[in-house]
């Protein structure tokens, strides 16, 4: 399985961006799936996830502001994020779940204020 994240950039406060995971290498419709961010010197932090059947959850610092979805057919997740603040600045981590959890290599957000 491969998980290849693109999107991430240096952003305004108040901007947003779009992050993409295209999976291959496996049935990317069956799983759920997710993001982490890991900011300097700080824990991984669960940003969000989607299941099989887009059923989502977020974490309470994004909730309003990022909004997590899938294409099955394009193998692909999304994390659209608006509104962005410094805090939120980390490298973000796609992952996918089931026997295995498979991880992106990440993708740097920077916003700044």
């Known amino acids: 399985v491969q998980l290849v994240e693109s999107g991430g950039g240096l952003v305004q406060t108040g901007g947003s961006l779009r992050l993409s995971c295209k999976a291959s290498g496996t049935i990317f419709s069956i799983f759920s799936m997710g993001w982490y961010r890991q900011a300097p010197g700080k824990q991984r932090e669960l940003v969000a996830t989607?299941?099989?059947?887009?059923?989502?959850n977020y974490a309470d610092s994004v909730k309003g502001r990022f909004t997590i979805s899938r294409d099955n057919a394009k193998n692909t997740m999304y994390l659209q994020m608006n509104n962005l603040k410094p805090e939120d600045t980390a490298v973000y981590y796609c992952?996918?779940?089931?026997?295995?959890?498979?991880w992106g290599q990440g993708t740097q957000v920077t916003v700044s204020s």
């Open positions: 992952y996918l779940g089931g026997p295995q959890t498979s």
């Open positions: 989607i299941t099989s059947f887009a059923s989502t």
